[in-house]
């Protein structure tokens, strides 16, 4: 009995054992395997997956310092290769004219206004990736000051020097652009947002005015005036010129326009420019009201300076110089046409007061 109660209870344990191990041996076994298999599978998943994202992440970075190192690497303003710059201000005027301030980026940092100081008009070339063709736009002295949201002459080198603040202005240029409908530059930069790059190149003298000037000057000792006749955004070629504060010569503008207000911003600007600088005077003529465009020749002829002549006593405002800049029709009209790049000859309302071709420059 003993022992049959030994064996009993032997197996009896092995039974209570057998079912333990039945209970849960198997299926602890079985379980523990499948969940350290799952953990296999998801270490390796998640493995795999941190593998994957640590090689985006770091090719993603690669690529962000990468363009980050090439849009900072952008040469400074020069006239050979192309140089990046952001819109930082844009604001339309009307459906066909818009201003737009482009800043250079990255390491880009040619303060270009002080380096021409003051006696040249130059432009840009702005290039359309596109269709890879490039346009002039003559860049004013002015900057938009977020904080006041207004236009202001970009300082004076002088205030540079005395290292005045000027928190919204670095390097910018302001351009004054009309958009044709079927420009294919002014209608691609026109539809371009704030923050878009912009490539550019230049400074591209487009008239020395020194040069013209210092011979009358170191003569005679008196402030030479040169005199603009323009219309349509032609305008700006005078006005690169007035809004600086150089006192080497006078600007004697006349202007054709259909409406002033087409200035935008640059109306208040240029009127308050020549009624408070000793150096810029403005003539406007608005064809938009009663002017017919058949009186606008008698009327602007009435405006126009005769050339300069040392022996003349005349009360007649001269002027040692003439540029004259706008649309074609207008160039001929006041100047004789312009043939294909050259000159062609002086002919037109100049040409009936005595300007030649020594004294007149077709600028567009
Ligand atoms: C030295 C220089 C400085 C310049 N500065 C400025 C500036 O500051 N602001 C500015 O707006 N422009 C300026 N221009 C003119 C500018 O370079 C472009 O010619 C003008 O913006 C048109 O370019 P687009 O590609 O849009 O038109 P395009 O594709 O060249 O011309 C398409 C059509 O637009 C019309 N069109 C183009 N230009 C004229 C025009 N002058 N008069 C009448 N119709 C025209 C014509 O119908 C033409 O067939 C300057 C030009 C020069 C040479």
Redesign the pocket.
């Known amino acids: 009995m003993l022992i049959k109660s030994g064996i009993a209870s032997n197996i009896l344990k092995s039974q209570a054992a057998s079912k333990l191990v039945y209970r849960y041996g198997p299926f602890r076994s079985l379980r523990s395997d499948t969940l350290l298999n799952r953990k296999n599978t998801l270490n390796k998943k998640l493995f795999v997956f941190g593998g994957i994202s640590l090689t985006i992440g770091a090719l993603y970075n690669f690529y962000s310092a990468y363009e980050s190192k090439r849009v900072l690497e952008t040469p400074d303003l020069n006239p050979i290769t192309f140089s990046k710059y952001a819109i930082t201000y844009k604001e339309s005027i009307d459906d066909t ?1 818009f201003l737009l301030e482009l800043t250079p980026i990255g390491l880009n940092s040619r303060d270009i206004w002080k380096e021409i100081r003051n006696s040249k ?1 130059w ?1 840009v070339e ?1 290039k ?1 990736p596109d269709i890879m ?1 490039v ?6 002295p002015l900057y938009f000051n977020k904080k006041d949201q207004r236009l202001h002459q970009v300082p004076s080198v002088k205030h540079v020097e005395e290292n005045k603040e000027f928190d919204t202005y670095n390097n910018s240029l302001m ?15 026109c539809e371009k947002p704030i923050d878009a790059i912009v490539e550019i190149r230049g400074p ?1 003298i ?1 008239l020395n005015v020194n040069e013209i000037v210092s011979d009358y000057s170191s003569k005679t000792g008196l402030i030479p005036s040169i005199q603009f006749i323009t219309a ?3 305008i ?2 005078a006005l690169q010129l007035a809004f600086q504060d150089y006192k080497g010569f006078k600007i004697n503008l006349v202007d054709v326009c259909n409406d002033i207000h087409e200035l935008g911003p640059l109306k208040e600007l240029t009127l308050q420019r020549s009624l408070n600088s000793s150096i810029f005077t403005l003539k406007n003529i608005e064809t938009k009201n009663d002017l017919k465009l058949i009186h606008v020749p008698s009327t602007l002829a009435k405006l126009l300076d005769i050339p300069y002549q040392p022996q003349s006593r005349s009360n007649i405002s001269t002027a040692v110089f003439s540029a004259v ?5 207008f160039v001929s009209l006041v100047a004789g046409p312009k043939l294909g790049n050259t000159q062609g000859q002086i002919a037109g309302l100049l040409a009936n007061i005595g300007w030649t071709s020594r004294n007149v420059y077709k ?2």
């Open positions: 004219h008009i432009s702005v359309q063709v346009r002039n736009y003559t860049p004013l351009f004054y652009i009309k958009k044709y409908e079927n420009g294919e530059v002014t209608r691609w930069l591209i487009d349509g955004t032609g700006v070629s800049c706008g649309p074609e029709g600028m567009y």
